[in-house]
């Protein structure tokens, strides 16, 4: 039975908040998380919700927000605000318009430093292209909030990803919308700089007529060498095959079979850049590209050697090319990016009469800017939805499909490590966790790290104010030390469609509160199934027992007996708290049995009392799911 993905309520529709709460509440899913619908027997849907990337802090923002328009409900029916999105760089209305059907959206161009630092706690998501920097004090004051960061563009060297990643915020970019524009300015700046079209331009604006100063190179015949094979350096490559040029290439990750089928050759650094007429830069800006073009290497180049950057200027050593330029071992440089934008008004580099420069506009067509502009608007409110971008960028990428196939593991997964801790007792804190899928599935076919983010997420969020998700879920577990081995069971069945059998969670070397808890290990263990795409608890400690893991949970450990279920149940009963699910598992009859009993209401303190001084009953524990 698969699960399928059930469409989030329109938020910003203009219902009045009674029909928006009565239409979200009939969804029962917040903005901010994943909702998965999954038919039970072909009765009425039932949501499992899965928060891959839920909001921190929905009641907070809301505080913080009066003014908002509310348009929906979360699922306790309480109001929530749309979320909110900063776009702090220009952005093409065809972007803004998809981010304002489902946002509220603020455009506040230019800012500083310090009103970006100023505005950022407001906003569920901010939107930059590169002349913002994110950094972590930005990611800081957003921290509580800020969820989504979009990069409307590829390069993300102006983020701190490092920092969003702690923070548990997901970083996404459009990296394939600007490609022809970037390669198209790369091929514009490399034929005017080789007929000099700018400098003469300039001279014959200022009355003079040079036709011999501004002789140029012809390309027909040369050898360019692309460094950074990627998407814009192979358009870069096609084109200048066109124009009749000899094309080589380095990148040390790109396949050779790409290249092949271009007509480049692939060849190492020393290589490209000893052999080359030409050389356009396409990296990214990371740290082992940082100044890769420095005096050394300049010194292997060919004298009189041109070169094209419309990758990112820190790439390259400016004073260095400076001294190049100076001594005519590079003849000419056209720039689209520089270390500092915009660089300085003195700059020596731009000033350069053999420097073609252009002030970052290789992304700058309207075509391009549409197209960017939609790409993040998507990823973004992909992204506040709580589905996982196909663009994140420092967030493993699930498919749709994977997404959707492991929807009811992944809320198993998170309810089995939110039990398990609140099973802990004593002060010696959680070390090491285990977590064994049973699975007919090899491991090219079942990424387990959604399911493990999300163990991590049940056992750190009831203990900590610590926020959790995909983003975040590893770093957050190494910071507190938590080891989380994983371990595959292979389950053989041919029949099999369901890519797992059990999640297995076991903390290790920890005393338990709920004695019945520990296996004959030393473990607390815990295990379930999901069972018509409900996630179920199957083994409490050596207890087989079945129980849906919905609304809060009860175990209690006694002499295996009749009429035990009757006690607790009339006592439950007699309190209005209405029982879901109720399991006896036992090791031998008459000996140790546990009951595992599924409660939609919270019982209180007296009624738990009541159902502790049941004789029979060794030991009880009350479990929120
Ligand atoms: N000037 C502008 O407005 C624009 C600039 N860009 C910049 O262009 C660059 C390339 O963008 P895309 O092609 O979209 O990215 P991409 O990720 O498709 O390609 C980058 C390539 O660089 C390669 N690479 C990594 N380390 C390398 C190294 N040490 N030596 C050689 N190659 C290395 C990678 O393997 C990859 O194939 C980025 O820096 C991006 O920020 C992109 C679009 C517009
Ligand atoms: O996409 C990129 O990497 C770019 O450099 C484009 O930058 P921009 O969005 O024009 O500021």
Known sequence: MAASRALLPSPHATA????????????????????????????????????????????????????????????????????????????????????????????????????????????????????????????????????????????????????????????????????????????????????????????????????????????????????????????????????????????????????????????????????????????????????????????????????????????????????????????????????????AKDSKLVLHENVTVTPHLGASTVEAQEGVAIEIAEAVVGALKGELAATAVNAPMVPAEVMSELAPYVSLAEKLGRLAVQLVAGETGIKGVKVVYTTTRGPDDLDTRLLRAMVTKGIVEPVSSTFVNLVNADYTAKQRGLRIAEERVSHDSATAEAPLESIQVRLSQVQSKFAGAISDGGDIVLEGRVKYGVPHLTLVGPYEVDVSLEGNLILCRQIDQPGMIGKVGNILGQRNVNISFMSVGRTFRGKQAIMAIGVDEEPNKETLDKIGAIPAIEEFVFLEL
């Open 16 to 343: 009045t908040p009674a029909r928006a709460r009565a239409r979200l509440a009939a969804a029962a899913a917040a903005p901010s998380s994943l909702t998965f619908a999954a038919r039970r027997g072909g009765a009425r849907a039932r949501v499992v919700r899965c928060a891959i990337l839920s909001s921190p802090a929905p009641a907070k923002a809301a505080e913080e927000q009066p003014t908002k328009r509310i348009s929906r409900a979360g699922s306790n029916g309480a109001l929530r605000p749309k979320p909110a999105v900063l776009v702090a760089e220009k952005l093409s209305e065809a972007g803004l318009a998809v981010l304002r059907e489902f946002a509220d959206v603020e455009c506040a161009y230019g800012m500083s430093p310090a009103e970006l630092l100023a505005k950022v706690a407001q906003f569920d998501a901010l939107i930059v292209r590169s002349g913002t920097k994110v950094t972590r004090e930005v990611l800081e004051a957003g921290r509580g909030r800020l969820r989504v960061v979009g990069r409307a563009g590829v390069g993300i060297d102006n983020v701190d990803l490092q920092a969003a990643t702690e923070a548990g915020c997901l970083v996404v970019n459009a990296p394939t919308a600007n490609t022809v524009a970037a390669a198209e300015h790369g091929i514009a700046l490399l034929a005017s700089m080789a007929r000099n079209v700018s400098q003469a331009d300039a001279a014959l604006k200022a009355g003079k007529w040079q036709r011999n100063k501004y002789v140029g190179v012809s390309l027909v015949g040369k050898t360019l060498a692309i460094m950074g094979f990627g998407k814009v350096g192979s358009e870069v490559a096609r084109r200048a095959k066109g124009l009749g040029m000899h094309v080589i290439a380095h990148d040390p990750y790109a396949p050779a079979d790409r290249a092949r089928a271009i007509g480049a050759e692939l060849v190492s650094f020393d290589e490209a850049i000893t052999r080359a007429d030409f050389i356009s830069l396409h990296m990214p800006l990371i740290p082992t590209t940082n100044k890769v073009f420095n005096d050394e290497s300049f010194g292997k180049m060919k004298t009189g050697v041109r070169i094209i950057n419309v990758a990112r200027g820190g790439v390259i050593d400016e004073d260095a090319l400076v001294r190049a330029l100076d001594s005519g071992k590079v003849a000419q440089a056209a720039l689209d990016v520089f270390t500092v934008e915009p660089p």
